[in-house]
Structures are given as structure tokens and as C-alpha cells.
């Protein structure tokens, strides 16, 4: 006789069917809709720390965006060593020589073929990293003319400790997405919460011979966040 299912398990047996059939019903939708352009999801990491844990996990949630349904094309672009002036949103100039790389990220942003974005940021004292702070507050130039205007908007967080800030980090950068008339989703079941989480400082990830972020038990909410901006995207293709 076959053992009753847990609470626990029965949904998360549920959560994983749900999803896979929506996104079917998605991705249907967008088969039977008029031909358009390539659904891209670009994927920004904003930690200064380049190919690293935030990259990693950014990398994996990309993937399970890429890999949920035919037509979707994703894009990691890293802020580790460029430099985005964070005083020119407030209307200073830079300095004389100040080296400005904002506009080609800007450019990969606002490309009419990126119909989803996913930030990815390490957690500092409960909060986002200056690079993540300094692109969102530059970002404001596109308000007035509604350049990131529903496009699917995502957010992962990796932190130091279990309970660090992920949270309040991922909430932070979403609001800055819902100014921009961005359309914020959470992970999709059967975590479901309010984005990725993972934990860098967790023993298991440097269990083995090489630290991999992908061992901790929070890298199914990042697969799942790939999945649910990849299902949304594909629903905003098919009209």
C-alpha cells in the first residue's frame, strides 16, 4: 500500500503540475500568436564580485528561463567591473574623465526584444549592493517615458546567511520595479514566494571540491523564478 501524502509533499506535487500547465498554456499561446520578435530575458548581476556566487545563481535561474519553452533567449550581463555614477540621477555632472558605462546597460534594457528583466544582487546589511542602488536610481531617466513599461520584472538575492536580509533585499529592488510600471512576479510554485533566495554561506556549498551555490536547498525558488518570468513573458507575446 502506497504511503498518504505529506501537506508538504502533496503540495509541492500540485505546485509542480500547476506550473508545467500553465506554462504549456502559455507557451501555446504564444505558438498560435502572429509571428514577433525573439522573447529575450536579460539577466543583470550587481554584485562587484564577477563570476561569482550571484552570477552563479543569475546563470541557473537564466537557464530555467531558457529552458521552459521554445523562443526564449536570455542574456547575463555583469556590473562587476564597470562603473555606473550614481550622481548623475540627481542632475550632477560627472568628473572631468569620469569613465560612465550606464548607457550600453541601459541599451540592453530597454531593447524592444527584452520582455523580461531579472536582477540578481549579494545581500549588504539588509539591503542591495551600491551597483544594483546606483543602476535602479539611474534608471530614472526611463520613467517619464515608460522605456521598462511592462516588462516582466524579477529579483534574486544571495546572502551571506539564511536570514540576512533576503527578503527585505528582494522587496527592496522590487519596488523600484513597480515605480518603473514593471511587471513584478515572485518564484512560481511550488516555492512561490516573492523571488530567489539562496544562502552562499551554507556548509553544503562548499561541501565539495569547488564551492557551488547550486547545492543550496534555495536554488529551486531561483529555477522557479526563471520559470515564472519566462511563463509571463511568453503570455505578454501571445497578446
Same mark, same amino acid.
Given at each position: ?23 504549456? @498554456? ?20 550587481? !554584485? ?28 547575463? @550581463? ?28 541601459? #541599451?540592453? *534594457? ?67 520595479? *513597480? ?24 556548509? #553544503? ?15 529551486? !525558488? @531561483? ?8 511563463? *509571463?513573458?511568453?503570455?505578454? #507575446?501571445?497578446?
Amino acid at each position: 500500500m502506497s504511503q498518504p501524502l505529506s501537506r508538504r509533499k502533496f503540495l509541492e506535487t500540485a505546485g509542480v503540475a500547476a506550473g508545467t500547465a500553465t506554462l504549456a @498554456v502559455a507557451a501555446a499561446e504564444a505558438a498560435d500568436a502572429p509571428p514577433r520578435k525573439t522573447v529575450k530575458i536579460l539577466g543583470i548581476c550587481c !554584485s562587484p564580485r564577477k563570476g561569482k556566487t550571484t552570477a552563479a545563481a543569475l546563470g541557473a535561474c537564466l537557464e530555467a528561463a531558457k529552458a521552459a519553452a521554445p523562443g526564449i533567449e536570455v542574456e547575463l @550581463v555583469e556590473l562587476a567591473g564597470l562603473k555606473i555614477p550614481g550622481q548623475v540621477a540627481a542632475g550632477l555632472p560627472l568628473d572631468p574623465g569620469e569613465r560612465d558605462d550606464f548607457p550600453q546597460v541601459a #541599451a540592453k *534594457m530597454v531593447d524592444p526584444q527584452v520582455a523580461g528583466i531579472i536582477f540578481g544582487t549579494p545581500v549588504y546589511f539588509g539591503n542591495m549592493s551600491y551597483l544594483c542602488k546606483a543602476l535602479l536610481d539611474r534608471c530614472i531617466l526611463f520613467s517619464k517615458e515608460k522605456k521598462l513599461t511592462n516588462k516582466v520584472g524579477g529579483v534574486l538575492a544571495v546572502g551571506g546567511g539564511r536570514n540576512c536580509g533576503l527578503e527585505l533585499t528582494i522587496r527592496s529592488v522590487q519596488v523600484t520595479l *513597480m515605480a518603473q510600471q514593471m511587471i513584478v512576479v515572485g518564484d512560481a510554485p511550488p516555492t512561490g514566494h516573492w523571488g530567489g533566495t539562496v544562502w552562499a554561506g551554507n556548509p #553544503a556549498v562548499s561541501a565539495g571540491p569547488v564551492p557551488d551555490i547550486t547545492r543550496d536547498d534555495g536554488i529551486a !525558488s @531561483v529555477k522557479n523564478l526563471g520559470r515564472r518570468v519566462a511563463e *509571463m513573458a511568453l503570455r505578454l #507575446a501571445a497578446g
